[in-house]
């Protein structure tokens, strides 16, 4: 079972290039999220969104935006990416908001030079 | 809003040595609790949760962590630790009625043979 998919694992970006980190979930779950994962700061959610055809803001989404394209995919594009976005992103997925068991994909480390 | 603490940043213990990771929260009412672990090049998975009863909850490999309400804390413990418990784990709140999980900064722990 494939679970929750991130791609690309790896990525380098210069100050202001624009690029989409794309999340696919095979598991029929209605509610994906957006964390990053920062050292000394544990993991902040980015964006979320409860169901297919909703988004909501997390605690840290001031340069990032979000695509709910079907159940399944979730996708994060940094429009002008800077320094301070470098980091390891994390997709997850959960049967409904409120359960509190998310199953993550396996991240995708981004740097921004 | 809520926020969750680990004070133990990074812990390194002998196998068979006994475990306790710190965990405490800021948030008055009705709380779900989480443990967290991430392995060496893995992805997040759940270790542990409380939903409600029995304040000893048992996860997965051995761990188990216990809610005290009156102390805000949701320790993680293991009697005797094996090498291949190495990880990080992190501590994480679903408060009552909440949409986001809110994770602590996360504990390393490294066990040496």
């Known amino acids: 079972n494939a679970g929750v998919t991130q791609t690309p694992k790896f990525q380098v970006l210069k100050t202001g290039q624009s690029m989409t980190l794309q999340c696919a979930q095979d598991?029929?779950?209605?509610?994906m999220y957006w964390y990053r994962q920062d050292p000394g700061m544990g993991l902040r959610l980015i964006y979320y969104?409860?169901?297919?055809?909703?988004?909501d803001k997390g605690e840290v989404p001031n340069g990032y935006n979000v695509s709910r394209l079907n159940k399944r995919e979730f996708s994060l594009r940094l429009e002008s990416a800077a320094p301070s976005q470098t980091s390891v992103y994390f997709c997850?997925?959960?049967?409904?908001?409120?359960?509190?068991?998310?199953?993550f994909g396996e991240g995708s480390r981004l740097t921004v030079l | 809003a809520q926020s969750v603490s680990q004070h133990n940043h990074h812990v390194i213990l002998s196998e068979a040595a006994s475990l306790e990771l710190g965990c405490n929260y800021s948030?008055?009412?009705?709380?779900?609790l989480f443990w967290y672990v991430q392995y060496p090049g893995q992805h997040l998975q759940l270790l542990l949760k409380?939903?409600?009863?029995?304040?000893l909850v048992k996860g997965i490999k051995g761990f188990e962590a216990e809610f005290i309400k009156s102390k805000f804390s949701f320790n993680l413990r293991k009697p005797s630790v094996q090498w291949s418990d190495t990880a990080e784990y992190f501590c994480?709140?679903?408060?009552?009625?909440?949409?986001?999980?809110?994770f602590g900064t996360g504990t390393q722990l490294k066990v040496e043979l």
């Open positions: 598991m029929n779950h209605n509610s």
């Open positions: 997850a997925s959960s049967e409904g908001l409120g359960t509190g068991e998310l199953f």
């Open positions: 409380y939903f409600s009863g029995d304040p």
């Open positions: 969104s409860a169901s297919e055809g909703t988004t």
């Open positions: 994480a709140v679903l408060t009552g009625g909440g949409n986001k999980l809110t």
């Open positions: 948030y008055g009412g009705t709380v779900n």
